[in-house]
Every structure is written in structure tokens, then in C-alpha cells.
């Protein structure tokens, strides 16, 4: 088993900037890949950016290009996700996820993970 905790949600203006957390225990975090997602109200939730076992790959979905970033730091079992330049549209509750893997492989699909966050709301006013 794995837990994982996110943290560093909140209200901020368009424009201003996050940066969410993702703690991990339970099992030996390099042996997994990680992922981030959201989930607005009414809507399902979509992938927002994915990471590798080592950081050597990522992904992100196209909205968020340039103005997010994942990273990871195995040492403290941690995964990030930095963002920039915030929307009223990236208003959502972020999860993050894990799933087993020591390859380059980055998984963008939510039903390829096995494990997940309680979420942290993130809410950008206009």
C-alpha cells in the first residue's frame, strides 16, 4: 500500500502562483510513477501532468503547458506540481496518483493508477 498526501491548495488571483505537494509512505517512492489530475465540480476528472520514475520524462495536457510543472524528489517521497500564471479555469480539486513502474513510461490515463490523495482544492478568482 501506499498513502499519499497532497497539501498546499488555496484561493489565489488569476495570475498568481501554487505549488502543491504530494507526500508518499507506505512503499519505496522511486518504484513509482506519479501523476497529478483535477477535478472541477460536474465535470470528470482529467489528467493534468504525469512523471516518471526518475523525472528523466513528464507529460502535461495541453492547457497547462509552459505555465505548470511536475517534479519529484525521491529523497523525501515527495512529488511536485508547481503553477504559474493561474486561471479562473484551473479552479478544480488536484489529486495526485501513483502507479507501480521503473520505466520511462509516464501514464496520462486515471484508471492506470493504483493509488491516490484525498485531494486539495485549488481556487483561482477572477
Known amino acids: 500500500q501506499v498513502q499519499l498526501v497532497e497539501s498546499g491548495g488555496g484561493l489565489v488571483q488569476a495570475g498568481g502562483s501554487l505549488r502543491l505537494s504530494c507526500a508518499t509512505s507506505g512503499r519505496t517512492f522511486s518504484n513509482y510513477g506519479m501523476g497529478w489530475f483535477r477535478q472541477a465540480p460536474g465535470k470528470a476528472r482529467e489528467f493534468v501532468a504525469a512523471?516518471?520514475?526518475?523525472?528523466?520524462?513528464?507529460a502535461y495536457t495541453d492547457s497547462v503547458k509552459g505555465r505548470f510543472t511536475i517534479s519529484r524528489d525521491n529523497a523525501k517521497n515527495t512529488v511536485y506540481l508547481q503553477m504559474n500564471s493561474l486561471k479562473p479555469e484551473d479552479t478544480a480539486v488536484y489529486y495526485c496518483?501513483?502507479?507501480?513502474?521503473?520505466?520511462?513510461?509516464?501514464?496520462?490515463?486515471?484508471?492506470?493508477?493504483?493509488?491516490w490523495g484525498q485531494g486539495t482544492q485549488v481556487t483561482v478568482s477572477s
Open positions: 512523471i516518471n520514475w526518475n523525472g528523466v520524462s513528464t
Open positions: 496518483a501513483a502507479r507501480a513502474a521503473i520505466h520511462t513510461t509516464v501514464f496520462t490515463t486515471r484508471f492506470l493508477y493504483d493509488y
